[in-house]
Structures are given as C-alpha cells and as structure tokens.
C-alpha cells in the first residue's frame, strides 16, 4: 500500500523515480475487499462514478509542464484491473474522455516553475498543502468494477481508516501488484514532529489541513507504508459493507536516516469539505458521488452523477441522451439505439423507426386515441406538441413514449425529447380495452 516515489525533500523526480522505497506491512486483500479499488497505469486508483476514477495528481501530471501527461488525455487508453494478485489480469482498457487535475496542483506546479524548480514532483508535494488529486473520465462503463463514493464529511483523529494499493512490498523491489491493504487509525498532526521530518513549525497544522495523517510501518510494525505504486490508492473509511473513500495516498516523511527504512507517516489528500482547499465540490462538478457534504445529483445540474450514462440524460432521468451521448441500453437514448455504449441514429428517419410498424399517424397536436382496445397499438406525430396525458393501463400494461416509459393514471406526463422529429407512443396489449391517451 503506498504513495508516490518521493524520499527525500531535495531530490529530483529522476532520483525520486529510482528511489528503492518498500511496502512493509498490510494484508494481501480478497477479491471481495475493496473491489472499486484497480490498477491503472503505473499506479492504484478508485471508481468513484459511472466512468470516473480518482487517483493522484502526480500519476497523471507532466512534471515539467503543469498539465496532463499527453497519454492521459482525450483518446488515450487507460487500462484498468481489478484483479488482486500476480499476474494481473484482465485489464480493461477504457478510452479516456477527459483527464482533471485539481487546480491548486496546477497553480502550485506552474508557480514552481516559474520559482525555478527543476520540476514539480516533490517541489509542489512539499510543504504538502496541495491537494494531490486527479479524475480520470472514461468514455465506457465498466459494469464489473463496483464504484465508490466519496464522503465530504470530515476524518477525525483516531477514526477507523484502510489503506490500499498495488505498490511494492518488499526493500528494494519494484511494484508486486499485489493489492493489500491495512487497516489504520487517523492520525494527529503531531505524528509529523518526528527526527528526520521535513514539515515543521506551522507547516505541520497546515500539512494536516490538507491531508488525512496515519503512522508508517518505521513507527510500529503493526502499521504499514505507503511505497512507489501505492499512489493514488483510495484510503476508506473502515465498512463492511460499503465502499466510502475519504482519501488519496500521496506522500509520506522518514525518519532521519532514510536509507532502506519505510516512511513514519503516510499522507492521503483529504476530500472532505472542511480540506484547505475546495476539493468536494471539485470532485461532485465533475460526476463523482458525494455523499455527506455534497447535494444530491439531480437530472438538470449540467454534470454527469446518480445513474446518468451522459450529461443530465439517460438512467432514471426524463431526458434521454443525444446521437453521440454514452448510454447503457436503447432507453438510454433519444434515438433508442444504443450500439457500443453509444447513442446511435435510428434505423430510419420516422418517429416510430425500429420501434413498432405500421404506426397510425396524426398530424394535429390536438389528439385523442380513444378507447385504444386490447391489442397492442403504436400512433406518431411530427406535430409540435406541448403536453399530453393518458389514463386506464393497469395490470401490467404499458405505455411508452418515444421509447420511455410513462406512468398512465389520468394525470399529465412529461415529454421525453423528439425522436427523428417527433413522438411515437406504443401502448402493449392488455385487457384495459378503455385504456387511452391525448395530445395538445
């Protein structure tokens, strides 16, 4: 379970990609454990949305140039697995959309820079009030891989936390992709007062502001500590039953001798809504669950959460996705045809194309269907309609709206959005030959 490569304060990134730090201590995991929990690049990371995974900064970032690694953005693969053990497999590879950076890394990276820094690994991680944090938005669901939510409520010293990671486990190796993870308590800011830290004075109350503390494999080995691989790694809350992620493994100190040991401290960015910087509406703006700080996701705030497949479309919601938009099943989408996790076009350039044949047409936007019988019935307009209501199904009995099931009990429904330039409504068959619908 670990962090990122950094040892030492004065260290370039070369020295800090080739530094020989090991994972002492954890439990390998079962595949049940932790299971949003995945390999990816180089790093761990967690799935924390339908098609978002947040991991570290620092695994995405081009050190030199405060943006995106040019392989982590849109159209490049991010190959993810859940596996637990040696040799990992399989990977998904996943078509990245959209890779974010939490812009505080940003400013503080270009500052840097622009400060002379060689580069922006351990320059921007010490002091350590950056928040290390990225969010990797792919293109395709992955059903298989159970996501997480995020907890914008607050971790308190001495509260239950598991680390995880796929980082290396032993001194001097490389990563073990073996997936572990330890349980641990958090930590009080004064656990950074130790010989060898490099945070000291007010930068120690500072540095906990921005990251949730636990103690390191060196200062007990009932412990265990961060190690290259490790980054990213979601830490949790401790559940047995659910998948909480209060933060993200990042950094660490070492005693004063560094040598072979494993870090004292492990660092894991916070996410909750009392972090120095905004992170949980950060997180929340770009789909992540939220839970306990953040506002429930709703089908009209212009970002993609609760069970969308796109932005505001799809899942429970009215709305259904455009031609382009992502989408689980063909209710997903407007044109309902969804091929690949893709809204496609319809089959032909009618209301009712690949749903039903022989539709009876209107043209009116005032209709009525009267009693519609007991057989199954499809109707379709290119009328400009405003609202409509249906009454009399029951037992069982359906109706849809340009492929969206609608609730018929006398009252007004909703519109979904046009379909090729209309509306097509299919009522099933079934015994309420009284059952009807209007439009105006």
């Known amino acids: ?42 790093c761990t990371a967690a799935k924390v949305g339908p098609r978002h995974f947040l991991t570290a900064a620092h695994c ?26 040696p040799p990992i497999s399989p990977y998904v590879d996943l078509t990245i959309q959209q890779t974010y950076i939490h812009p505080q890394w940003i400013a503080d990276c270009t500052a840097a820079r622009a400060a002379g820094a060689p580069d922006c690994g351990v320059n921007v991680l010490n002091p350590g009030y ?23 409520a607050a971790v308190a010293v001495g509260d239950p936390v598991v680390a995880t990671g796929y980082g290396c486990e032993t001194p001097g190796a490389g990563m073990s992709n073996v997936f572990k993870l330890q349980n641990l308590t958090a930590a009080a800011s004064s656990i950074l007062n130790h010989p060898g830290s490099y945070v000291s004075g007010t930068a120690i109350n500072d540095v906990a502001a921005s990251y949730v503390l636990t103690p390191g494999y060196y200062a007990s080995t009932s412990y265990a500590s961060l190690c290259p691989g490790d980054s990213g790694g979601p830490l949790y809350r401790q559940s047995s ?31 909750d809504t009392s972090a120095r910087y905004t992170v949980t509406s950060w997180l929340q703006g770009l789909g992540v669950s939220v839970i306990n700080g953040g506002t429930a996701p709703t089908c009209t705030d212009g970002v993609q959460n609760g069970t969308e497949t796109d932005v505001d479309c799809g899942g429970t919601c009215t709305a259904d996705c455009a031609n382009g938009d992502t989408c ?12 690949a996790g893709v809204c496609q076009p319809s089959s032909g350039t009618t209301p009712c194309a690949s749903l039903c044949t022989s539709p009876t047409v209107f043209t009116s936007a005032s209709y009525n ?59 099933s068959a079934g015994n309420q030959a009284w059952a009807y619908f209007s439009t105006w």
């Not at 072979?260 to 996410?271: E, G, I, K, Y």
């Not at 199904?393 to 379909?419: D, M, Q």
């Open 60 to 85: 995405v970032d081009d050190l030199y140039t405060a943006t995106v690694e040019p392989w982590f953005g849109p159209g490049g693969i991010y190959s993810v697995s859940a596996d637990n053990t």
């Open 328 to 339: 689980s099943v063909n209710a997903d989408c407007t044109s309902a045809n969804c091929v």
């Open 130 to 152: 950056t928040p290390d944090l990225a969010v990797v938005v792919v293109n395709e669901l992955s059903p298989t891989i159970p996501a997480a939510v995020v907890d914008g």
């Open 241 to 271: 039953t659910d998948l909480i992620v209060v933060g993200v493994n990042a950094y660490y100190t070492f005693p004063s001798a560094p040598g072979s040991n494993p870090s004292q401290t492990n660092w894991h960015t916070r996410l």
């Open 369 to 427: 269907s009267g009693n519609l019988g007991t057989g199954a019935r499809c109707f379709e307009t290119t009328a400009n309609l405003t609202g409509a209501n249906c009454g009399n199904f029951a037992s069982g009995r359906t109706f849809e709206v340009n492929n969206t099931v609608v609730s018929c009990t006398g009252g007004n429904i909703t519109l979904p959005a046009k379909r090729n330039g209309g509306y097509c409504f299919e009522a």
């Open 1 to 42: 379970m670990a962090a990122c490569s950094v040892e030492g304060y004065d260290e370039t990134s070369e020295e800090i990609a080739a530094a020989n730090d090991e994972l002492i201590g954890g439990t390998p995991a079962l595949e049940s454990q932790y299971a949003s929990t995945v390999l990816a690049g180089g």
